[in-house]
């Protein structure tokens, strides 16, 4: 167990839900779960370090068609509204491909910016931790 992870980390990702509204409908990603947001925008050619937490899960929500994103050995370019989970361990990117891309990210247990160990990254920035 990594001392990063002191609150309940979700294994599989949590239900999500459509609710239906006079005006339209809602979805809800977190549903009365503690749970860290994000919003995550990477510039034009930039990309963010192959990286992995032990102490959180995430789920990324892609805002804009066109980011690419890494989970594990899978690679997709994403469209608006695609979501992606990250199992706590699991390796990941996030890409631009030559313009601004938006991602919301929903962290599950213990979001610390300490808790990252990055594989490869642009900006020569430590193996572990901020």
């Not at 001392?3 to 005006?23: G, L, M, Q, V, Y």
């Not at 601004?100 to 247990?109: A, S």
């Not at 213990?110 to 572990?128: L, V």
Request: hydrophobic letters at 30%.
């Amino acid at each position: 167990m990594t001392h990063f992870a002191t609150k309940p980390i979700p294994i599989d990702r949590p239900d999500i839900s459509w609710t239906h509204r006079p005006w339209g409908r809602q979805k809800q990603y977190a549903y009365n779960q503690e749970c860290t947001v994000t919003y995550i925008v990477v510039e034009p050619d930039h990309r963010l370090s192959l990286q992995s937490h032990s102490g959180r899960a995430e789920l990324w929500i892609a805002l804009d068609d066109g980011a690419i994103v890494q989970v594990g050995d899978d690679v997709f370019t994403a469209k608006a509204g695609d979501e992606f989970w990250i199992p706590p361990g699991t390796k990941h990117r996030l890409s631009s491909s030559g313009y601004r891309i938006r991602v919301l990210e929903v962290g599950f247990g213990n979001w610390k910016q300490e808790d990252i160990t990055r594989y490869e990254d642009d900006y020569d920035r430590p193996r572990e931790g901020e």
